[in-house]
Each structure stands twice: as C-alpha cells, then as structure tokens.
C-alpha cells in the first residue's frame, strides 16, 4: 500500500537535508572520482554505506592502499558518534517497518529530524519513519551520482579539491566543540596527532593516533570529565 | 587481489562497520543503561576523533619545506571563521574549498 499523505508530511520535513545532501553528495561523488576512484564505486558506497564523514574518508583511505584491519578500526571510531542515536529512539522504532533499514539510514541529519520535529498525531508514523529514512538516502544517492558523473565527463583543475575533507572535518570538530564545550579533547586529538605524524609512516598514522587517544582519555578521565 | 577486489571487500568492511554502529544499542541496550565507562567514552571521543581527522588530512603536507604548510593553515582559519560567522556547514566547506584551490592552482 501506498501512504501519500505520510509520504507528503515525510517529504516536507526533509526539505533542509535535501539541500546539504544533495550538494555534499555531488561534492564527495566528484572528489571520489578526482582521486582516481570509478564512478559506479562511489555510487556503491553512497547506496551501502551512506555516512558522510566515512565516506569522505575513504577516499583518501582507499587512495592509500590501507589495510583492511585499519580500514575497520577507523571506520568504526569516526562512527561511534552514531552509536548511540538508537538509546533515544528504542520506543520509537519498536513497530517499525524494515527497522533493519531504518537503523542503517539512520545518519546524524535522520536522528536530528526524528527526534525533534513534531508531526501531526493522525498519521501512521510507522509509514512516516519509513519515507523521511529512503528520502534523505535518495538525496544522498542522487547528489552522489550527479556529483561521479558531472567528475567523469567534465574535466577542470581539481588540485586542491581534497581540501573539502579538511573543511568538512574542521566543521564537524568545531560542531562538537559547541555540544560538549570542552578543550581537553581537542587538545589530546591534537597531541596524539603529532605523536603519531612524526613517529609511525604516514599510513599508519590514523590507528596509531586512535589508540593514543584511547588510552589518553583515560589518563585524563578526571580533567576530561570536570572540565 | 586485483584492485578491483579490494575496492570492494574495503567497501564492503565499510558498510559493516558502519552498520555495527549504527545497530548497537538496538542489540545491547534494549533492556538496561549502557555502562558508565562506555557512556564516558562515547560522549567524549567524537571530539578527539575529529581532530585527529583533521590532521588524518594533512599527512600528505611537507610542512619542513617552503611553504610550511601555510597554505593549509591559512585555509583551516579561513573555513573556522566562514563556519564561526554563517554557522552554514556547506558555506563553511565550499569556502574554505575554493579558497584553498585558487592558492594551490593560482600561486
């Protein structure tokens, strides 16, 4: 069955995620394809993966040939942001329609917009959850394949076009800043940064620095937690 | 392993661990509160992480040869103060992106 009236109220709650997903998935679809990756692996990723910030990621972890086990490992910490979105929506999810999918879709912007914009009472929510999950992925999906496209057929100068993973990730850290308003964090990232810069080769630089950090946090426990 | 099959197997690896996390409370937390020292943990490394992406980023920059990397420095000021002003991420990415291109492509 088709429900067009929560497809409606889906659709008009998604319009803000439609403009930034649609242009950051043209941007990591035309860097994809500047680094040297085929089109229809970027499109693959967008469709089984569909995480912003990992994926922008591997471009630059699969440009370097890094190994599986550090692929995992990264995957995993650059994620665990993620990792408890689902504590707050247990109740909401509990009759939903492909919760397998609904987990999977569920990316900061389809946490953001679940949990906080109230919906009219009589529409049948399950159906709701669905469509906002499948919309903001085709927007996702979209950008992506406009993006690998326009990457392949048009050739310009993209030298410097891997900055944008710079600005992305320098936008993300100032994001946290501004929830959890603490300095000890960025400080031991960037400490542990430089360790791992100047003492492992370059490719192992990201699990070396995560461990670091790991074990840094615990020494800091305290500080961390009183700042 | 042909090129063509790491691409895959690395994306494959990428989607699961990214499923794990997004499925993990779903599967350990449906009864009870997650542990103090994971909580502590989740809501204190996304920071750390991001920083250290920051300069995941950079380890392709010489910073012991001229320019010292000031052309990246310069361009991470210019996209924190976009992204301090307009508070608009894509304005912040794109700014800080085009930036750094014209002082690659133009100097």
Sequence with gaps: MFHKRELKVAFKVSIPVMMGYSVLGFA??????SSGLKWYFAILMSIVIYAGALQFLAVSLLSAKTGFVDI???SLMVNLRQSFYGLSLLQKFKKAILKP??????????????????????????????????????????????????GSSVHFNTKGLD??????????A??????IKKFTPFILGGVVSIIGFVTVPKNDMLVV??????????ILKKRIENE | MSDYEYLLLAILIMSIANYITRVFPFLFFIKHEPPKIILFVERNFPPIIMSI???????????????????????IIVT??????????????FGGTIFYMMLVQLI
């Design chain 1, 28 to 33: 990591f679809g035309l860097l994809a394809v």
């Design chain 1, 101 to 150: 999918y609904l987990i999977f879709a569920l990316t900061d912007e389809t946490y953001a917009l679940l949990t906080t914009v109230k919906t009219e009472k009589n529409i049948k929510k399950k159906w709701y959850y669905l469509y906002l999950g499948m919309l903001n992925q085709s927007y996702w999906v979209g950008g992506t394949i406009a993006g690998s496209i326009f």
């Design chain 1, 174 to 179: 100032i994001e946290q800043y501004k929830q």
């Design chain 2, 53 to 75: 992406l920051v300069f995941y980023t950079l380890t392709n920059v010489n910073f012991s040869v001229k320019p010292y990397g000031l052309k990246e420095i310069i361009s």
């Design chain 1, 72 to 74: 995992f490992i990264a």
């Design chain 2, 80 to 93: 924190i103060l976009l992204h301090l002003k307009f508070n608009n991420y894509l304005m912040s990415i």
């Design chain 1, 209 to 218: 620095s995560i461990g670091l950090a790991l074990i840094g946090m615990f």
């Design chain 1, 163 to 172: 900055f944008s993973l710079t600005a992305l990730f320098v936008v993300l």
